[in-house]
């Protein structure tokens, strides 16, 4: 029988030796196929585990982020995508929010050490061109927090000056340290997270981002708790202005209670503003038991027209769709495995209306005044609705409500509608619509503009409704 080192090719062991030079090999972990060579596992000490390394792909996968010539992924400290290790902890009970959170908090806690450990683009999505400022911000984050990022979209609402803002699921810190920085000295930042590890990291470096702000003390703070248990993290009724979360509330396994918790902390007014992973379909009981796929952010995945009844039980406003992009697999087995069902990354606002302001509330016109700091020319509500400084735009009484009752009232003149201006709406709050859509056409269900409002501030044609 052929001798182990002729069993294994030279590229592999050498870049094996220099991962790590206390790599041992096992006989049994080491299986060989006349003219199919297949690299199941090596055997390594305790807590370094390499898994499932390229059973199907020769040679393994590039990755720049690995220091070395060889540049091959590192996959240590990963468990085995899609079950075929056989591990116990390759399967959840989904309806157990103690199997669920300890899944997660082991996944993302032990398991995963950056974003280049991920095996979807579930939890790296950003589903459009950030602003110069947004970008500033991000550049400004300390590299170990924007390396533990795991998010699905851009959840940075407009207008955050001097606000309260409460981050669901806060990770490392870097939506809240970005957040941080735009809401100004005046402002607080809240984060919340389950998994101590992610906070050791944010907590770390709250003076590092103090300093680099240039304030004269900190304005934010991280606190360990559960999404759907906020009362026990100290956060109490009526607190905050604005709630964001990114790719987190498809983690939890009680979304009802993460909604009433988030309507519940928020002053009236407030609004949540999250980006999540959404399904095309309902996601099945087999696939929800998945502890990888559930990590992934795709085993507890809403089917999307769940949210949108779930946000109306709780209070919210209808869902605001603001942007949308599809999620790509990175692996022919997670295709096999999913079948027809897709995702989406999406990113919607809930506003808590007031039933005073809803019982006000009419068709009328609002015009934004241009005065919110890095918004001077046009305000984007959501994908189909926006704002140029200084123009009229008719808006339904739900718009209305929302406008009147929240942080854009001191922004917005109000006026009567002219009985020629038609109301500008979107009638389709499906992710998937606006995901598919090209580019450089209006997407979920906006009507087109005439041609007398044909107008973006970049002097390309309007997406926006207004027909």
Same mark, same amino acid.
């Given at each position: 029988?052929?001798s182990m080192?002729?069993?294994i090719?030279?590229?592999v062991? =050498?870049h $094996? ?5 206390d790599?041992?090999?096992?006989r049994?972990? /080491? +299986?060989?196929?006349? *003219?199919q060579p297949?690299y199941?596992r090596?055997?390594?000490?305790p807590?370094?585990?390499v ?7 020769w040679?393994?996968r590039?990755s720049?982020?690995?220091p070395?010539p060889?540049g091959?992924?590192r996959?240590?400290r990963?468990s085995n ?6 591990a116990s ?5 989904p ?7 300890d899944?997660?908090k082991d996944?993302y806690?032990?398991?995963l050490?950056?974003?280049d450990d ?9 589903a459009m061109?950030m ?13 170990e ?10 959840v ?6 001097? =606000?309260? $803002?409460l ?6 810190g870097?939506?809240?340290?970005? /957040? +941080?920085k735009l809401? *100004? ?10 998994t101590?590890?992610q906070?050791?990291v944010?907590?770390k470096?709250i003076e590092?981002?103090?300093?680099k702000?240039?304030f ?7 606190r360990?708790?559960y ?6 993290a100290?956060?109490e009724d009526g607190?905050?202005?604005v709630i964001?979360?990114n790719?987190?509330i ?8 993460v ?5 519940r902390v928020l ?11 959404y ?5 099945s009981?087999?696939l929800r038991r998945?502890a990888?796929?559930?990590g992934?952010?795709?085993s507890?995945a ?6 949108v009844s779930?946000?109306k039980k709780v ?5 605001r769709?603001?942007r949308?992009a599809?999620?790509?697999?990175k692996s022919d087995?997670l ?17 808590k209306?007031p039933?005073s302001?809803v019982a006000?509330?009419k ?6 005044d ?8 046009e ?10 400084a200084?123009?009229?735009v008719?808006?339904s009484?739900?718009?209305s409500?929302?406008?009147?009752s929240?942080?854009f009232s001191?922004?917005m003149?109000?006026s009567?509608r002219?009985?020629?201006q038609k ?9 998937f ?7 450089s056409?209006?997407?979920g269900?906006?009507?087109p ?6 107008y ?7 997406k926006?409704s207004?027909?």
């Open positions: 029988m052929a080192r002729t069993m090719p030279l590229q062991r =050498t $094996v030796r220099r991962m790590s030079n790599i041992r090999f096992s049994e972990n /080491v +299986s060989f196929k006349p *003219g297949s199941t090596f055997a390594m000490p807590t370094r585990t898994s499932s390394l390229s059973t199907h792909v040679p393994p590039r720049s982020s690995l070395g060889l091959y992924r996959v240590a990963m995508c899609c079950g075929t290790g056989g902890q390759d399967k959840i009970n309806s157990s929010s103690s199997d669920v959170h899944s997660v996944y806690g032990k398991q050490q950056g974003s991920l095996k979807t683009s579930a939890c790296t999505t950003d061109a602003p110069r400022y947004i970008r500033q911000a991000i550049g400004e984050v300390h590299d927090v924007a390396g533990r990022y795991y998010g699905c979209g851009l940075v609402p407009e207008m955050l000056e001097g =606000t309260s $803002v981050d669901l699921g806060s990770g490392a870097r939506d809240c340290f970005i /957040v +941080s809401v *100004g000295e005046t402002g607080q930042v809240i984060g919340v997270d389950m101590e590890e906070l050791e944010a907590r470096y590092y981002h103090r300093e702000f240039g004269s003390k900190a304005n934010v703070a991280f360990q708790g999404l759907e248990k906020l009362d026990e100290g956060l607190t905050f202005d964001i979360s790719c987190v498809n983690l939890v396994p009680d979304k009802e209670a909604l009433k918790e988030s309507y002053r009236d007014g407030g609004e949540l503003y999250f980006s999540d992973v399904a095309s379909e309902q996601v009981d087999e998945d990888v796929l559930w992934e952010c795709l507890g809403l089917y999307w027209e769940e949210l779930l946000a209070g919210f406003s209808a869902p769709l603001v949308a599809p999620i790509s697999m087995d295709h096999a495995k999913l079948g027809s069902l897709r995702f989406v990354s999406a990113t919607y606002r809930l506003v209306v039933e302001a006000a509330s068709e009328e016109c609002a015009t934004y241009g005065s919110a700091a890095n918004s001077p020319a305000l984007d509500f959501d994908h189909c609705i926006s704002f140029p200084e123009k009229a008719a808006v009484a739900g718009v409500a929302i406008l009147h929240s942080r001191k922004y003149k109000f009567a002219p009985c020629c109301v500008q709406e979107s009638d389709d709050l499906n992710p619509t606006l995901a598919d859509s090209s580019p056409q209006p997407g269900g906006c009507c503009a005439p041609a007398d409002s044909a973006t501030t970049s002097g390309g044609p309007a926006k207004c027909c």
